[in-house]
């Protein structure tokens, strides 16, 4: 039987503009201050990249529109004599999508204060660009300062250079912070520089730059749970958004129209090269005795866990995979991410009935979300399936529909196989932010990597109790 859906009506790392912080592991006060160094003594390199730039940093800051009321604050510089900041979308995202209750100032290394306005952004990579607004009658406040340049993309970095982050971390002061250029991270969808240096919250949208002072990426995440390991978008992505939208209008309005473009530009290559890949196959002589759609790590990262060898009760192995970054939209809702997840069971020591009893258990355990103010209840259908080698299957589909941002959902694919009486497969997958043809495709897709493991000598005793 094939799986069917009816029409539907009506997604690891943080943003710098949302740390959270996990807890260290406690030290004795003399050992830990033993093992704390002293500062670092900022490099003659630092000083001058710094001097050389301050008059193109500024820090970013959303106000309410009735008072002075700070909403936000991050940071950005200068690209051009005209005028032109760049940042990170997620620090100016409530005046893109709240214009008519917040606005955008900036305030230079020396003091000087004025406004600003949004002419385009890029989701996907998190960056934005601004332009300073000038009094009626007046120069813009910022002229003659200069603007920063990009290094070339046919002159890479390598491993190991030093490169300089600048902005106004947590509101205290314009900062300097020299790291590390450690290449590109693995298994990322998109190009993410991992920088090897401490970027606090504050300094999202900062500029990061070589030597010679160019600009080479820009601050937008970190790990806060793990030591400098730092996240950049690269500057060639920044500088193709300057060139693109450098004479755009200033948006004035709510900009759910121009979101929802580029998120259904970006969900359609994602769920495209996702489809595309082959689920892994079994290890060569595994004892399993299910097929599971275990993905490519291409841009998803895997792990597992199981029960002890020895344990006396229901045993069985986990695993999950997932993307590390998502799209930010705004305080509440992140999507364009996939995320999976798979557990094997066996029950042979407890027995059909109490099997029964927990592997349904742990179905319903399952969460589909729920109404919210950003996406509508889940639509669920749900139905006995056969995968394409004979397994059976009890599938359910459930979609969610964005309010805001139409012909986006998010899925979530719960399977179960129902072959065998102590042995059993439960797998989850999900999609936020999809459009709903691929949805459906995304489902067909999880679906068919379901199966039996291919018996071999190895194990086809063990499989005597299972598949039928």
């Known amino acids: 039987m094939a799986l069917g859906l009816i029409c539907l009506q009506a997604l690891w790392v943080l943003s710098l503009g949302q740390p959270w912080q996990a807890s260290a592991q406690p030290q004795p006060a003399a050992a830990a201050a033993s093992a704390v160094p002293p500062p ?26 009735s008072q002075d009321s700070q909403a936000s604050v991050g940071s950005g510089f200068l690209v051009s004599e005209e005028g032109h900041v760049l940042t990170n979308y997620h620090v100016i995202s409530q005046v893109a999508l709240e214009p008519d209750r917040y606005r955008l100032r900036y305030a230079s290394t020396d003091g000087q204060e004025g406004q600003l306005e949004l002419l385009d952004f890029d989701v996907r990579r998190d960056l934005a660009l ?4 000038a009094p009626k009658g007046a120069e813009p406040g910022l002229k003659n300062r200069g603007s920063l340049s990009f290094r070339p993309v046919s002159q890479p970095l390598a ?31 998109d190009a993410l520089i991992y920088y090897s240096g401490s970027i606090n919250a504050g300094m999202s949208g900062g500029p990061v730059v070589d030597e010679a002072g160019r600009v080479v990426g820009v601050n937008v995440s970190a790990m806060f749970f793990a030591q400098q390991m730092s996240f950049l978008v690269p500057g060639e992505y920044a500088q193709a958004l300057l060139e693109r939208s450098r004479h755009a209008k200033p948006i004035s309005q709510p900009a759910w129209g121009r979101l929802r473009e580029q998120l259904l530009a970006y969900q359609e290559e994602l769920s495209t090269r996702f489809i595309a890949q082959p689920w892994q196959a079994p290890a060569a002589g595994s004892a399993d005795i299910y097929r599971l759609p275990v993905p490519q790590e291409l841009f998803m990262r895997c792990w597992g866990r199981g029960t002890p060898a020895d344990s006396k009760g229901l045993e069985f192995q986990r695993s999950q995979c997932r993307m590390e970054h998502a799209l930010f939209i705004d305080g509440r809702l992140q999507t364009g991410y996939l995320s999976m997840s798979h557990e094997v069971y066996d029950g042979a020591k407890l027995g059909p009935l109490r099997f029964a ?3 349904s258990a742990s179905f319903r355990n399952e969460r589909l979300g729920r109404d919210d103010k950003d996406r509508t209840a889940p ?3 749900e139905e006995f399936v056969s995968s394409k080698e004979g397994l059976p299957l009890r599938a359910v589909v459930c979609l969610r529909a964005y309010r805001k941002l139409a012909g986006l959902h998010d899925l979530s694919v719960l399977v179960t196989t129902v072959d065998a009486s102590t042995q059993g497969a439960l797998g989850r997958f999900n999609a936020a932010g999809v459009s709903f ?10 679906l068919e990597g379901f199966g039996w493991t291919p018996k071999t000598p190895s194990n086809s005793n063990n499989n005597s109790g299972g598949a039928k």
């Open 40 to 65: 670092a003594a900022v490099s003659a390199t630092a000083r001058r990249v710094y001097e050389s730039a301050r008059s193109q940093l500024l820090q970013i800051r959303t106000l309410l529109k």
């Open 130 to 133: 601004l332009r300073v607004v």
């Open 159 to 189: 491993k190991g250079d030093r490169i300089y982050s600048m902005g106004n971390p947590h509101d205290v002061a314009f900062a300097v912070v020299e790291g590390n250029y450690n290449g590109l991270v693995e298994r990322s969808f």
């Open 357 to 359: 009893k927990q592997y």
């Open 379 to 381: 639509f669920c259908k």
């Open 437 to 446: 043809d691929n949805a459906l495709k995304l489902s067909a897709h999880y």
